[in-house]
């Protein structure tokens, strides 16, 4: 039986203190153990205090990053052992393609995925967000390809498209290209300071 779940789509780095009061209850308060999966090893470090104050500001003491080597190989072994000790789950932002393949392609997202059926909340930031859905969109900006590729995300919820950054950076046509590419008819327009709750 699935437990209650709870996602988070953030549609920019705005949205960290906007969401942590709910992600931090839900990842267990002051006792939460919290997995960052992110990108790079420099990208946490310039942007770890950003993401993991508004935690601390509500008691947490206990995160991790997983992020992959200097060859952008990740250590599924120890990506594994953190997430199955994680309360809850953050997936930053960056470069949408890359966040794909490494947390939304076996064996680590069968993890996220039954952590989360587990009731693990999970938190995603931009391309975070992005693969948390059924269906991803990685633009021809992001692959260097002609046009838009639809891949299979993590399937944390499905039934609509989102858009990130929506009108910081006028994503519009993107989310309707991609509703069309996929024939889904929901699509949500999440802006930089804002958060969408799935339960």
Partial sequence: MTEQTHLYLLGGSAAYSVYADD?????????????????TREGWERHKAEIVDPWKQRGVTQYEPVVPDEEGALDKEVAI???????????????????????????????IRA???????????????????EKCQLTPDETGKDCMEIVEGLHLAKGFI????????????EVLDTMRETRTRVGIGIDEPACVICE
Avoid: D, W
């Avoid at 992600?23 to 990108?39: D, K």
């Fill in 115 to 133: 952590q989360y059926r587990k009731g693990i909340p999970v938190a995603g930031m931009s391309a975070g967000a992005l693969i948390s859905l």
């Fill in 23 to 39: 992600f931090v209850t839900a990842s267990g308060g002051s006792e939460a153990r919290i997995v960052a999966l992110v990108q």
């Fill in 162 to 173: 989102i858009g990130v950054h929506f009108t910081e950076q006028g994503t519009l046509p």
């Fill in 81 to 111: 052992a953190a997430l199955n000790n994680a309360t809850g789950i953050f997936i930053g932002g960056g470069h949408t393609p890359t966040y794909h393949q490494l947390f939304a392609t076996e064996p680590i997202r069968a993890i």
